[in-house]
């Protein structure tokens, strides 16, 4: 009995193995994007990956199929996200070898300027609720109801502070003039 | 400017160069992650709990460290990685895999339907030990399906009009139906199943030409691998499919000892036909490798097991040795089925002996367990996915008090029978009393 149990342990990791190997290549570079995206050190975006996708191995079990895996992990980065912000722990050694590779590879950002400044400018007055919201949409180009999943809110709550976030996003890049909304407008927000 | 604007200037703000992303050599650093993790400590997601008791002890004594002890969990994970992008462009992964593993493969006709944009979304095998359905030694299926997965269909089948005489019944017999809850064609058309058992090709055409056909019989001849497959064109089960194309279709033929049957729901038989060409042999590492991830949750069942009882009062007659192993179980549903089912049998035997007995303190302890099912995680998984037993644990429970349920209005049955449909018996748990008798004379 325990030798099948053993054997079954064995068959269980070597699936996992298997599993684990095929999301890292299919979302590995969707979770580096995130990670860049939302940390000020390209150091940091490397130890939220490799955070990330040892929680996926970790509870591989609860990762969902398919185009849902990337919805998971997104989901994981943005709660590593944030214990790194709130610990501002040390980079570690693995942490250094992905971030030098990103250093090298990756070695400039286009700086934003102009109207795109101006729009991150904006984007820094929001709530972290709001902001993470427009991100997921507009950068990782996630409908409401997939934003709604990373969020972990429900699909309706999603369209509606999307709408709300998209009217303050605007008033602060208008300078935080009142923001009247047509009700055309609204309607194509809300099919949206 | 107005929304729709800000949102393009949103998007164009975004510091991340998709060109240069995608040029980025992932391989090569996780070939310098291997390098530097190289000895450390591997987890297995099934052992969690000793992994986090590791990883909590080491936050607290080396904070420094954290990423790195955590990251040796992915150490193993990586060089699997690594040892496949090293067997070349080759389509399947061509990494060793263990003996067992290998053993567990080689156990299926290792066939995979390779459609484009279709995956493997499920494996069963055919439970193992002195319980198993009689004939259904080396019997399985896997469900290959493409887009998102496909829920569970719940048909509805009410009888309408009025009885007829046809040729070969002994009285008037319904004829025609109405079917509710089937999945609409496009749906139903993602779903290519596969099964495969040792009983004779022969007999399975015999019983198939003999079984009731709602639209009629027509038989073709198509090729299949190596061979030719007889196809039931009009294998439609339900009345309300079989319209302009919304079809069903059943290949049968043998190959390698085994009998195979391909089912599909399919708009002609064109589309059969191209998935019929679909359908490879592969040998056990790329059969492997196209492994679905809820293979692996089920994988090691015995983990598995402690898992989903997590929440749920066990009866003092229960181990997790009574959950049966089935073999190499690999699909998860059928993991949670057995588990649920074991405990809720030994309640409900609990329940009966006492009640016979005037034992009102136990039966009233199995009514209690029993009616706490709604907040069991697993429960709500199967209920949430729609599969059994969820959906007749509530019916069971509601008819405990009196020993009775309503199976039609106005009319009730005794509940015992109904909870030994669980598969009780089946499970080395027989709930009726003959049951038990014969169990004891084996």
Redesign the interface.
């Known amino acids: 009995?325990a030798q099948?149990?053993i054997?079954?342990?064995?068959?269980?990791?070597?699936?996992?193995?298997?599993?684990?190997?095929r999301?890292?290549?299919e979302q590995?570079?969707a979770v580096?994007?995130y990670a860049?995206?939302r940390v000020d050190d390209r150091e940091d975006a490397a130890?939220v990956v490799?955070?990330t996708?040892?929680v996926a191995?970790?509870?591989?079990?609860e990762?969902?199929?398919?185009?849902a895996a990337q919805l998971w992990l997104y989901a994981v980065a943005r709660r590593v996200i944030a214990n790194l912000h709130r610990s501002k722990?040390?980079r570690?050694?693995?942490?250094g070898?992905?971030a030098?590779?990103?250093r090298t590879?990756?070695a400039t950002?286009?700086v934003?300027n102009g109207?795109?400044?101006?729009?991150?400018r904006a984007?820094a007055e929001l709530s972290e609720e709001d902001r993470e919201l427009?991100l997921l949409?507009?950068?990782e180009g996630l409908s409401p109801g997939e934003a709604a999943k990373v969020l972990d809110i429900s699909s309706l709550a999603a369209r509606s502070r999307l709408h709300r976030a998209?009217?303050r996003?605007?008033a602060q890049?208008?300078g935080d003039k009142p923001v009247t909304?047509r009700s055309s407008?609204l309607d194509?927000?809300e099919a949206r | 400017m107005n929304t729709r604007e800000v949102e393009a200037t949103l998007t164009a703000a975004d510091p991340v160069d998709r060109d240069r992303l995608d040029q980025l050599d992932l391989e090569a650093m996780e070939v310098e992650l291997l390098a530097d993790l190289n000895g450390e400590q591997s987890d297995s997601p099934f052992e969690v709990e000793a992994s986090r008791h590791r990883v909590e002890a080491s936050r607290r004594r080396r904070p420094r460290h954290l990423a790195l002890v955590l990251a040796g969990g992915a150490a193993v994970a990586i060089a699997a990685v690594i040892v496949v992008l090293a067997g070349g462009p080759s389509k399947h992964a061509s990494r060793a895999y263990g003996a067992e593993l290998v053993r567990f493969a080689e156990s299926t006709p290792l066939l995979l339907l390779e459609g484009p944009g279709w995956r493997v979304e499920d494996v069963y095998e055919a439970p193992d030990g002195p319980y198993r359905p009689r004939g259904s030694a080396g019997e399985g299926s896997m469900e290959f399906v493409t887009g998102k997965p496909i829920p569970d269909e719940n048909i509805r089948s009410t009888q309408v009009g009025k009885p007829e005489h046809v040729k070969g019944s002994t009285g008037p017999v319904y004829m025609k139906f109405r079917e509710q809850g089937m999945l609409p064609p496009s749906m139903r058309q993602r779903k290519v199943e596969l099964r495969w058992s040792r009983r004779s090709l022969a007999s399975e055409l015999r019983y198939a030409h003999e079984a009731p056909h709602v639209h009629g019989q027509h038989w073709v001849r198509l090729p299949v691998l190596e061979t030719t497959a007889d196809v039931d064109t009009r294998a439609e089960t339900f009345v309300s499919q079989g319209g302009r194309g919304n079809r069903q279709m059943t290949a049968y033929w043998a190959e390698d000892g085994y009998l195979l049957e391909l089912r599909a729901a399919v708009p002609d038989l064109a589309a059969f036909e191209e998935r019929l060409r679909w359908l490879t042999k592969v040998d056990s590492q790329a059969w492997l490798g196209a492994m679905p991830p809820q293979v692996v949750k089920a994988a090691d069942q015995a983990a598995t097991v402690r898992e989903m009882l997590r929440g749920i009062p066990l009866p003092d007659s229960f181990s997790p040795s009574r959950v049966p192993t089935a073999g190499l179980t690999t699909n998860r549903d059928q993991v949670g089925g057995a588990v649920i089912s074991t405990v809720s049998c030994l309640w409900f035997r609990q329940w009966d002996e006492a009640r016979r007995g005037g034992n009102r303190t136990r039966a009233g302890e199995a009514e209690k367990a029993m009616s706490t099912y709604e907040r069991w995680p697993l429960y709500r998984e199967l209920h949430r996915g729609r599969r059994y037993p969820a959906e007749t644990i509530p019916k069971l429970v509601a008819g405990m008090p009196s020993g009775r349920y309503e199976w039609r209005p106005g009319k009730w049955r005794r509940i015992l029978p109904q909870v030994e449909a669980l598969g009780c018996a089946r499970e080395g748990i027989p709930v009726l009393p003959w049951k038990q008798r014969r169990q004891s004379e084996r």
């Not at chain 1, 990791?13 to 599993?19: I, K, N, T």
């Open positions: 009995m099948g149990q054997e079954k342990g064995a068959l269980g990791r070597e699936l996992a193995q298997v599993q684990f190997g999301l890292y290549r590995g570079r580096l994007a860049l995206r130890d490799a955070e996708f040892l191995w970790r509870r591989l079990a990762v969902p199929v398919g185009a722990r040390r570690t050694r693995l942490g070898r992905l030098e590779s990103l590879e990756l950002h286009p934003p109207e795109a400044a101006e729009a991150l984007m427009l949409v507009a950068w998209r009217r996003l605007r890049m208008e909304v407008e194509t927000e």
